[in-house]
């Protein structure tokens, strides 16, 4: 009798470790249209809408198993929406996150969050953010994080090229808010290098984050 329970509680451990891993598993949050978002910024005749969407809070950001905000990166759910009949193209595009002291902070590469984890500094001479003075992410081992981490953070990265007429394409960018306390307090998303089908490049967007912070959801009231 007592081996029977104990191979009972071994078993109940095992289904209770596996879905916990199940649970933990990363899942894209559903994108809708980005005018519903707080935060947007709608071209009403180019038909272009963007919206950011901060994971800034712990149950928002609970849907990672990565601590970004421990490691001192703030997650934006980008949502581009294209409600025109011709597509758009984002391959050179470019977003900002842009302090009320107008300090400029690009969204984060790959291997800047790769460096991030493993606690590599950056020299301070590189010619750019991508380039990397050691070989990291190229073909070699990411350090720093495990297999699913790996898989999640491929998974959250934004990386459309296109947005298809009237569809809507999303994903996560990272930005580095380590040195600052309240960093949308006063802040704005800058976006450029969008372009219509004729190959032009559209207006750049800018979403205030005060929307975001100021929003207040139906039915509810500000405290």
Do not use: C
């Amino acid at each position: 009798m007592p081996q029977f329970r104990l191979r009972s509680l071994v078993l109940l451990l095992l289904f209770s470790v596996l879905a916990f891993a199940k649970a933990k598993e990363f899942v894209m949050p559903q994108v809708y249209p980005a005018k519903t978002y707080p935060a947007h910024d709608e071209h009403t005749n180019e038909k272009v809408t963007i919206a950011a969407d901060p994971y800034d809070m712990p149950d928002k950001a609970s849907i990672f198993q990565i601590k970004y905000l421990e490691q001192g990166y703030l997650p934006i759910f980008m949502v581009f929406t294209n409600d025109g009949d011709t597509p758009i193209s984002m391959y050179d595009l470019k977003v900002e996150l842009v302090t009320h002291n107008r300090d400029k902070i690009p969204a984060a590469s790959e291997d800047d969050l790769y460096r991030r984890f493993s606690h590599i500094k950056r020299r301070g001479d590189e010619a750019s953010r991508n380039p990397l003075p050691i070989p990291l992410p190229g073909g070699g081992p990411k350090v720093g994080v495990n297999k699913n981490q790996r898989g999640e953070l491929s998974t959250a990265l934004f990386a459309a090229k296109a947005v298809a007429p009237h569809e809507s394409q999303a994903g996560f960018m990272f930005f580095d808010v380590s040195d600052l306390s309240q960093p949308l307090a006063g802040a704005r998303i800058y976006i450029s290098g969008v372009t219509n089908g004729s190959g032009q490049e559209l207006m750049y967007f800018e979403i205030p984050m005060e929307k975001y912070l100021s929003y207040t959801p139906p039915g509810s009231t500000k405290q």
